[in-house]
């Protein structure tokens, strides 16, 4: 058969068409029916020069690393499709599934890939779907097409068709992930390359157990880049509430392209990770409404734990990050906020409500801290800038500028870094009244469990004090 893969004019494939066009040769290479699962196995080995098997004038070509269709795919209801070995299938068109399962093929649960979509304008559309092990890695270059998952579940990602089990790789907008679970996942669930520019709203959706693997991935890992708005609303993600370095969410932006949307990180709940959320680099986000709850999963507090974060430390004309923060639970993090470089944030500005950088605050912060015996860090100004967080309560029980200067790191700290405007603060309320179940049942707490030695950015802790060193 033929070994080169030409574009002819684009077809509509099913299942059961691969099944009938491309055979099971005798080592296995092929589309097989066992039980009622299709099952694609790729040729482990090619006849000297050959680079590919061609089938149905070439639209269909099998290689040693892809099952590539140039064409639509089309999955129906209610059918399996297994990936053998380190299958990968390429669709240079659209792909449609609605209530259908992917999978590995049994043996190849630590190997098999999934999914992977480059054809410019394609677009894949995911309905109540079902993938075990296996992921999709999407980016069709242009404005036009878009990824949309919706009530899919996504069961041990094994990691090997990229770092998430949703993968950005080029331009794309009006990207959907809603309602859908992902359980299990070896690293994130959904992310971006560095230079990605990707437009994508993420909703509603469900992490458990995000990145089993020892490497720092969060659970939502996109890349801020470009001109189109991020969303990353209503989603729970569920850490392993172990030092596995498990992230909660996440958005960078590391190459300097700062991004032109806006990108809003809204009522989300995000528990036991090595960190919550946290913008690095340029940009604008809005940060309302989320719950952060004991993100204190990390080995060295020097290198993580805070509820919320934002950095940056690009050093090029205009650009800073710029943070608006109003409504969040910040609870039993090792740090509650944590501010680092050129960043501009306003957590409460309540003096003015007719100015135009209005914000009424009502940020909660409760026994975040760490050290053994335990300091309470609310919120680390780790800047020479200013940062603007009135109208907030404060885990003190008396919301006065003495009481709430003990859980600040801040300029009268130390003279190098910027003022934190905490007053007025927000109401004079008892600490058990807003404090979540779990730390009401389990009270004060060592976030580490163990004795750690506290040093950042010359504060130390000594007799479970403040002082500049």
């Known amino acids: 058969m033929l070994a080169v893969a030409v574009m002819a004019q684009a077809k509509t494939y099913t299942l059961a068409d691969l099944a009938e066009l491309v055979p099971v040769l005798e080592d296995g290479t092929g589309v097989a029916v066992v039980d009622g699962a299709y099952i694609v196995n790729l040729p482990t080995s090619l006849p000297e020069g050959v680079e590919g098997i061609g089938y149905d004038d070439n639209n269909i070509v099998l290689t040693k690393s892809y099952f590539t269709i140039n064409g639509d795919l089309v999955v129906n209801e209610g059918e399996t499709l297994l990936f053998g070995g380190s299958t990968s299938i390429e669709v240079n ?9 992917f999978g590995a093929a049994e043996g190849s649960e630590e190997t098999a890939k999934g999914f992977r979509m480059y054809m410019e304008g394609a677009s894949a559309t995911l309905t109540g779907c079902t993938f075990n092990y296996v992921g999709l890695t999407y980016g069709n270059g242009t404005e036009e097409g878009c990824l949309t998952a919706n009530d899919c579940v996504f069961n041990n990602h094994n990691g090997k068709s990229a770092n998430a089990v949703i993968n950005f790789t080029s331009l794309s907008k009006g990207n959907l ?13 959904v992310g971006s390359g560095a230079n990605v520019v990707c437009g994508i709203t993420i909703k509603g959706n469900t992490i ?5 693997s020892t490497r720092l991935y969060p659970g939502l890992n996109m890349t801020a880049t470009g001109p189109y708005d991020i969303v990353i609303e209503g989603n729970d993600v569920h850490g392993p509430a172990e030092n596995t370095r498990a992230g909660g969410i996440a958005l960078s932006c590391l190459l300097g392209n700062p991004p032109t949307g806006t990108l809003t990180v809204r009522n989300n709940f995000v528990e036991n990770c090595s960190y919550g959320i946290t913008l690095t680099g340029p940009g604008y986000v809005r940060i309302e409404d989320n719950t952060v709850l004991n993100n204190k999963y990390i080995a060295n507090p020097n290198l993580g734990g805070s509820g919320l974060n934002i950095t940056c430390n690009s050093t090029g004309e205009g650009l800073i990050a710029k943070a608006y923060m109003r409504g969040n639970h910040i609870e039993g993090n090792v740090w509650g906020v944590t501010v680092i470089g050129n960043v501009d944030i306003n957590a409460g500005k309540v003096e003015d409500p007719t100015a135009e950088d209005y914000n009424p605050g009502g940020n909660v912060f409760i026994d975040n801290g760490n050290g053994d015996p335990f300091v309470q860090y609310d919120w680390y ?3 020479a800038n200013d940062s603007w967080a009135q109208g907030n309560t404060w885990s003190v029980e008396v919301q006065d500028a003495e009481h709430i200067a003990e859980v600040i790191v801040d300029k009268a700290d130390d003279a190098s870094l910027g003022e934190v405007h905490y007053m007025p603060a927000g109401a004079n309320v008892a600490i058990d009244e807003v404090k979540s179940d779990e730390a009401k049942s389990t009270g004060r707490y060592n976030l580490l469990g163990q004795p750690v030695s506290k040093s950042y950015h010359g504060i130390v802790i000594e007799n479970g ?3 500049v060193k």
Do not use: R, W, Y
Request: aromatic residues 4%.
């Open 93 to 101: 068109g659209n792909l449609t599934a609605q209530g259908a399962t």
């Open 177 to 189: 992930i809603e309602n859908c679970l992902f359980d299990n996942p070896s690293l994130s669930a």
């Open 208 to 212: 458990n157990k995000p990145m089993t």
């Open 381 to 383: 100004n780790n800047t």
């Open 465 to 467: 004090k403040k002082v």
